[in-house]
C-alpha cells in the first residue's frame, strides 16, 4: 500500500512538471522572434545611419532589393526565385550544421538575429530609395515572403539548439540514448524548413514578375 501510495505520488508530480512546461515550445518561439525583431531593428538602425551608398554591403547581394529594382521584371522567373532563395537557404545550411556540433547551441541564437538584420536594413534601404512608395514595395514584395521565411528560420534554429544539445549531452555526459531517431526526425524537419523556402522564393518571383513595372519605373 505504502508502495502504491510512493507511485501514485511520483506519477502526480511528474504530470505537474509537464504540465508546468506545456508552454515551453511557445516561449522559445517568442523569445526567437524578439531576437529577430532586435536583428531587424539594428539592421534598419545601421541603414539608416550609413545612408544608401555608404553602407559596406551595397552591392554585395546581402540586402534583398538587389532583386527588386527596374529591371527585374526582365529576368526569368527562375532566376528571380533563386535569388531570393540562397541567401536564406544559406542561412538554414549554417545552422543545420551547427545543430550536429557538440557547441552549436550557443551559436544559433544568432541566426534569428542575422535574418532579422537582413530584413530590417532591406526595408530600410528600400523606404530611404523609394519614400512613400517603399511602403507598397516592402508590403507587396517583402512581407509575405518575410513571414514564411521568419518562421522557418525560428523553426529551424530552435531544432539546432535542441539537437546540438543533445550531442552536447551525449559527447560530455556519455549519455546512451541513440541520436539516429532524433538525427532523422531533424533532417525531417529542415527539409520541412527548406519546402517553405521554396514556397516564399516562389511567391516573390511571381511578385515581381507580376508587379514590378508598376512599382519599379
Same mark, same amino acid.
Given at each position: &500500500? ?13 504530470s505537474s512538471v509537464l504540465h508546468s512546461f506545456k508552454f ?5 518561439? &517568442?523569445?526567437? +522572434?524578439?531576437? +529577430?525583431? @532586435?536583428?531587424?531593428? #539594428? ?14 554591403f551595397s552591392g554585395t547581394g546581402f540586402f534583398m532589393q ?21 541567401? @536564406?537557404? &544559406? ?7 551547427? !545543430?550536429?556540433?557538440?557547441?552549436? $547551441?550557443? $551559436?544559433? #541564437? ?17 523606404? +530611404?530609395?523609394? !519614400?512613400?512608395?517603399?511602403? !507598397? ?16 528560420? &525560428? ?13 552536447? +549531452? ?25 519546402? $517553405? #523556402? ?20
Amino acid at each position: &500500500m505504502e508502495r502504491y501510495r510512493t507511485a501514485s505520488h511520483s506519477v502526480k508530480k511528474n504530470s505537474s512538471v509537464l504540465h508546468s512546461f506545456k508552454f515551453k515550445p511557445l516561449q522559445q518561439y &517568442m523569445g526567437l +522572434m524578439l531576437l +529577430m525583431l @532586435v536583428g531587424a531593428a #539594428i539592421g534598419a538602425a545601421y541603414v539608416k545611419s550609413s545612408g544608401i551608398g555608404k553602407s559596406s554591403f551595397s552591392g554585395t547581394g546581402f540586402f534583398m532589393q538587389d532583386i527588386l529594382s527596374a529591371g527585374a521584371a526582365s529576368r526569368s522567373f527562375a532566376g528571380l526565385a533563386a535569388s531570393a532563395f540562397f541567401p @536564406v537557404a &544559406m542561412l538554414l545550411c549554417a545552422t543545420y550544421l551547427l !545543430g550536429l556540433c557538440a557547441l552549436g $547551441f550557443p $551559436f544559433e #541564437i544568432f541566426v534569428p538575429i542575422i535574418h532579422g538584420a537582413w530584413l530590417g536594413s532591406s526595408m530600410a534601404y528600400i523606404d +530611404m530609395q523609394y !519614400g512613400v512608395k517603399g511602403l !507598397g514595395i516592402c508590403l507587396l514584395f517583402i512581407m509575405p515572403q518575410a513571414i514564411i521565411t521568419a518562421l522557418a528560420v &525560428m523553426v529551424a534554429a530552435r531544432e539546432g539548439i535542441r539537437f546540438s544539445w543533445s550531442v552536447a +549531452m551525449t559527447v560530455f555526459r556519455g549519455g546512451q540514448n541513440p541520436l539516429l531517431g532524433k538525427f532523422r526526425a531533424y533532417c525531417f524537419k529542415y527539409s520541412v524548413c527548406f519546402a $517553405f #523556402i521554396v514556397l516564399a522564393s516562389v511567391i516573390e518571383a511571381l511578385s515581381i514578375v507580376l508587379f514590378a513595372k508598376i512599382f519599379f519605373v
